[in-house]
């Protein structure tokens, strides 16, 4: 039971995370939306996967997402030259 209760939590912070991403017009203010969103995916998959290697796989999944999203801001504020 506590487990489909965490699934649940971590299944509506993704939604709501994936919502504010799409909605807001910054785009800096979209990178902590993605952020949380890549943790929620991270936590759903350690929930859903029922086998060991399933924290290895979310902890690549997020690593690999908080590379992807720090080159992103990191490659605008050159462009924009914000820092």
Do not use: Q, W
Request: with cysteine.
């Amino acid at each position: 039971m506590a487990e489909l209760i965490a699934l649940y939590i971590c299944g509506v912070v993704a939604l709501f995370a994936a919502a504010r991403t799409l909605i807001e017009p910054d785009p800096y203010r979209k990178l902590p939306y993605l952020n949380v969103l890549n943790f929620a995916i991270a936590g759903l998959i350690v929930l859903v996967l029922d086998h060991p290697l399933s924290l290895v796989a979310a902890a690549a999944y997020f690593v690999g997402s908080t590379l992807e999203a720090n080159a992103i801001a990191s490659a605008r504020a050159g462009v924009t030259g914000d820092d």
